[in-house]
Every structure is written in C-alpha cells, then in structure tokens.
C-alpha cells in the first residue's frame, strides 16, 4: 500500500542507511520492503510511536532486516523465491511432522543424522528439534529458558553440527523447526546478568519492580502457570533487590515488549535462526507477549500486534520462513493467532491445535464423541492460507482446554466432568487403566493438567503389567486411530517422538535432581533402539504401531481431499461414539473422503441415512483406503469394529485414488 508519511519515512531511512547496506544487491530485499513498509510502520507506531526515539527505532529495524538479508544464503533466497511462488506450499497433505529432544532422541545432533532414515522409514519429513540453545546446566524448563540466543548447547554439539544435520534435512527434504522463546530469557543470559548489575538499559529488557505495589495489582488477575513448583509471576532478585516478573519458573523472566529494543533484537534472533536453515520457527508462549495491569496478562491486542510486525518483517527479509504460534489458550483466543487477514494482518501460518487435542482424549475417556463434535464446531474458522498443527501428544501435559459452555451443551456438568477426566487418566477412576499424573495442581481453583506418555494414557502400561493380551491389542488400536484422526482433520499432523513404538512413561526423572518435580519429564523419554528394533519383528507392538502409522502417512500422502484448504465438513451423525467428517476434494469431489472412527470398545454402525441426502449417494459402496479393505454393509448401515477408523472413498468408477 502507497501512503505518504509512511513512504517518506521509508525514503529518509534508506538515506541514512550504512553503505554497506546501499552499496549491495538488495532488490528482493528493497521490493518486499516496499510492499510491507506501510504496515511495518503502522504496526511500530502502534506499539512504540509516543516514544522520542521513535524514528531512531525504526532505522534500527530497517538495519536488522538489510543486515540479516546480507547474511542470508543464496540457496535460502531461492527457496523464498520459489516458496513466494508457491506461497501454499505447506498446506499440502504431503507434510507429516514430529517433535523430538536432540538428547532423548539419538544423544546429540551428529547421531542424529544417522536416524533421519528411520524418520524418513516413517515417512516423517517435518523435524521440530526441541530447545537446543544454551541453558542453565541445572533446571532448564527443558531447554525454555535460554541463556544465550545464538549458541547451541554444548551437550547435543556445536552450531557447525546443526548446521550439517540441516543440510542433510534439506538434501532429504525434511523441514527443519527450531524454537525461539520469544516470551523471556534465563535468568543466565546475558541481558539478566547485566541488569542484575544495575545496568539501566538492561533493567528495561524486563519487568523490574523496586517493590510489591505493582506486582501484587497484577497477581489480582494472573493465573499461575505453574502453581506447584513456581507459584507466583513475580521472583525476588537478591543482587538487584528487586521484584522482576517471572510467568513460568523463577529463572525464567518475561521480557518487555514495551520497549522497542527487545523487539528489535528478538527479530534479529528469529532471522538469525532462519539464516541458519529453520524452514519454520516455533514461537513459544505467544500468548503471554505483553503484560497489562488487570487482566491475565495472555491474548492482549498487543501481543497480536507484535506477532504481526514479526511476520511483515521477516517477510522482508525471509519469507519462505514460516511460523508456528505456541498459544496453548481458549479455544476462541487460539485461531485469532493466525492473524485478522490471510494478507494484510497476519500473525502465523501454523498454530498447535491444542482444543483438538483435547478434545480427542475426552473422546478416550467417555469413549463417545459427544463433547469432540460439540468442542470443534465452536472453534472458528481459520483464515484461508494457514494451517493446524495437530498432535495427540507433545513434550507438555495436556490440559483440559475446552470450553465450559461446550461441556454443558454435551449434557455434562463441567466441574464433575473435568474431575473425572482428571481420575480417568490418572487411573484413579475405577474403570481406567490409564497411568497418567496430575501435573500442575492448583489446590485454590482445583484446576490439574495430565502427565503421561501416549501408550501409558491408553492403557498399554497397565495391560502389559497385568499381561492381558486385549487390553494390549486395545491400546494399540487406539493409539492408531487418535493418529487416524489427525492425519485426515486437516493440517500437519505432528508426532510426539517414542510414540510410533509405543513407548511408556519413563520413570526416570524421579532421580533427576532437576527434573524430579516437574512430571512432564514421565513423556520426554530417551529412545531405547534395541525396543526401536522390534519394529521389524512381526506382531511385535513396536511393529503393529509403527507399520500401522507408516502405512497411514503413506496414505495420507496420496489423498490430495487431505491438504488443507478448509475443506472439511463435519458429520453429526446420530450414533455418538463414532466421529464422522468428510475431506472434500477441491476439484473432484467425486474424490473426497468420508472420516469414521470408532470411539468405543465396542463395534458401532453408522447408519448411512444420518450423513444427509447430499452425501449419501456418494458413499453407497465404499473402500477404505487404509486397509483397502471394503467394510462390512448391512442395508444402509456401515459397521466399524471397536476402536476402528475408515477414511473411505466412493467405489464408483471417476473415483481413483
Ligand atoms: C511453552 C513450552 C513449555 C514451557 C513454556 C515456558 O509452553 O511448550 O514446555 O514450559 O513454554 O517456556
């Protein structure tokens, strides 16, 4: 957009501009300049325009961008070139992802390379490496509380090591993901350490109280994140006296978005990261960018605005890049992180679908869909040109995150209902054999999340203790039909590392001095090969799940009705264990795909009325793409065996997947 004040901004900027900056080739860098300037400039004027320093500011900006442009490699150019061209090019069904810890995974990053085959076996081509920068040697948060932005931590290797495992990334096409904690530092970095000296400058990266007048105004509205092991948002500093703001644990402190120079160095960060090869970057706990006395200090309009001028700006200067919002919050609050407008207003492409996952381990525990289909059809539509990131578990607990309102509409009483949840994963309902741990307990709301690896939720670990063979085979087949579902919803489906051979919870951390009171450590396992072997006995349950979720990622690959282009069709159908969706092919709708799941642990039917007269026909014989298999019919109603999923597509004759 032409505006005039913001282009004779723009125009006295590039006058002031080093010679270095001018005197290189910089027209890819100078046109999407151009075309994002009007909004850069807004959105600073936003956030920092009462400041005299404004303009001074917004050189700097403008340096970082040229400077980091510099910098970036022309192989990474060209990739922003062709991904500008194909700008839709992660919607596609052909990206599969998983997170894993460098250490637990393989040790360090140059073992790591000799595992991509076996990601690549999978059929995995999108790796989320966890933390892997400088941290404290002792409590780190796993990594999220940083102290030194630029620097690999040495105990997974050195930035030449990452380096090299991104180009054999790149040379497999596996699509690197790398964390920035953009919502606060170690309380080691450098930045915390100067101001712990009383380094004005520095003081002002964070939130720094002389006394508890104003952090006890904020405490009124705060929650606390985690109530346990860090009650409180505010910690005492003993070398500078004074109060400084800490959201997560008492080493990890917020930084202040109100100053204009935390914004400008963590861009550089993220463009510093995206020159050392991440195709996308994690931005951690968005939600928590900025803080305002009286409210819970998480979605504030600010911190949109700030992950707006994020996204213009490294669109600048690397927009083959793309984001991943971390805003583990209310449903309604999380599809506002992908931005107002897919164009003029956009925050990030990705964002965790933490309400869908949810929503399916409710699915787990009352083994029918009531509260799932309720739960998605209050979620909003998601802008056009940005995607899910789906997962059924990650390295953090899982949190009841649904709406109230959403658990009355399914006919439960919300407090009883989430109590339940809470005793059915922990096994303490009678009827579970789930191995999960309250994580997170606040004995003032009564609120928990749930610990737990994926197998030991399911059931796995009880049924192997107890050596009952169907508990077993139940286990696994609910571990292949949560995938199921995420694999076909729409989105990138991302895998937890140690799931696709079912592992348990490791009860390991207990003797970690560091780790034994934070219990998400029970799902952050270290991979055992030798049970990672067993994949290739046959009948083996590292077998069964594995070839199960290699053989559905393949098919997934093939089903173009699976990319995301918002074309899903939810099926409220009148059996209420079965989830039910339609994936419709943008071109051929004669190709699209009819989702069943079975919830429950016994065999259900789908009466093929229920899907509607527009639908129905299509379906009238059908074949399951997973197995190849064409499912049992009686009359019009579709048999699916317990905990049994089809992704279904018409048998007539133009279909031909
Ligand atoms: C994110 C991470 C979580 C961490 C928190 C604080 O939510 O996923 O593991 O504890 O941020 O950095």
Redesign the pocket.
């Known amino acids: 957009m032409y505006e005039q004040i913001s282009h004779s901004l723009l125009n006295e900027i590039l006058d002031e501009l080093k010679p270095h900056i001018r005197r290189r080739d910089l027209r890819h860098f100078y046109t999407r300049l151009g075309a994002n300037f009007y909004a850069i400039h807004s959105l600073f004027h936003l956030l920092y325009g009462n400041r005299d320093d404004f303009k001074a500011k917004m050189l700097n900006l403008v340096e970082v961008m040229a400077n980091q442009y510099i910098q970036r490699n022309d192989e990474l150019k060209q990739l922003d070139v062709e991904r500008e061209k194909d700008h839709n090019w992660f919607l596609s069904q052909k990206w599969v992802g998983m997170a894993l810890y460098t250490e637990g995974f393989t040790g360090n990053l140059v073992s790591m390379k000799s595992r991509l085959s076996y990601l690549q076996e999978l059929g995995i081509n999108m790796v989320h490496l966890m933390p892997i920068l400088d941290c404290p040697q002792g409590a780190s ?2 990594g ?2 940083v102290s030194n932005f630029r620097n690999v931590d040495g105990r997974v290797g050195s930035m030449e090591d990452l380096e090299s495992l991104g180009a054999s990334m790149r040379k497999r096409d596996i699509l690197l993901a790398l964390d920035v ?1 953009v ?2 530092t170690s309380n080691e970095h450098e930045w915390a350490q100067k101001a712990q000296t009383g380094d004005p400058k520095y003081q002002d990266y964070y939130h720094v109280f002389d006394n508890r007048d104003i952090p006890d105004m904020f405490e009124e509205t705060m929650p606390e ?1 985690f109530p346990e092991t860090a009650p409180g948002n505010f910690t005492w500093d003993e070398t500078m006296e004074k109060w400084v703001m800490t959201v ?1 644990n008492h080493y ?1 402190w917020d930084l202040d978005y109100s100053n204009p120079t935390v914004f400008i160095e963590m861009l550089d960060i993220i463009l510093f990261w995206a020159n050392k090869g991440a195709d996308i970057v994690r931005l ?2 968005v939600a928590f960018l900025w803080k305002k006395i009286g409210t819970t200090c998480q979605n504030e309009r600010e911190a949109h605005l700030i992950l707006q001028l994020m996204k213009d700006c490294c669109q600048v200067t690397a927009p083959g890049v793309l984001f991943i919002a ?1 805003a ?1 919050v209310a449903p309604v609050e999380i599809t506002k992180y992908f931005g107002e407008d897919a164009v003029i207003a956009k925050e990030c492409e990705i964002a965790y679908n933490a309400t869908f996952m949810a929503l399916l381990w409710d699915a787990v525990a009352t083994r029918n869909t009531l509260l799932l289909n309720r739960g998605i059809k209050s979620l909003p539509e998601k802008l056009d040109r940005a995607t899910w990131l789906n997962y059924v578990r ?3 607990d899982i949190g009841l995150g649904f709406d109230d309102r959403d658990i009355l509409l399914a006919g439960y009483d919300p407090q009883a209902h989430r109590r339940f949840l809470i005793d059915y994963f922990t096994g303490a309902y009678v009827d579970s054999i789930a191995r999960g741990f309250p994580f997170g307990q606040n004995k003032k709301t009564g609120d928990a999340r749930i610990s737990g690896s994926l197998a030991s939720l399911v059931g796995l670990e009880a049924a192997l203790a107890q050596g009952d063979q169907e508990a077993i085979d139940r286990a696994i087949k609910l571990i292949l039909l949560l995938h199921s579902v995420i694999f076909s919803f729409g989105g990138i489906p991302l895998l937890h590392y140690g799931d696709e051979i079912g592992t348990l919870n490791d009860y390991s951390f207990l003797q970690d001095e560091h780790k034994k009171d934070d219990n ?1 450590w029970i799902h952050r396992p270290k991979i055992d090969w030798k049970k990672a072997q067993l994949r290739q006995q046959h009948g083996s349950i590292e077998q069964r799940i594995f070839d199960g979720l290699k053989r559905m990622i393949a098919t997934r690959k093939r089903i173009p009705a699976f990319a995301d282009f918002n074309n899903r069709e939810l099926l409220e159908v009148t059996n209420s264990h079965l989830f039910v969706f339609q994936r419709i092919h943008p071109e051929q709708p004669t190709n699209s795909i009819l989702v069943v799941a079975n919830f429950d642990a016994n065999p259900q039917y789908l009466d093929m009325h229920d899907l509607g007269g527009h639908i129905r026909p299509q379906y009238s014989q059908v074949r399951d793409l997973y197995s190849g298999e064409s499912p049992a019919m009686f009359k019009k109603q579709l048999v699916v065996p317990p905990y049994r999923f089809y992704w279904l597509i018409s048998q007539q004759p133009e279909a031909v997947v």
């Open positions: 948060d796993g999220y509380a904690v919502n606060h994140i997560f990890q951690d706990a971390e583990i990650c390295h953090d998400r």
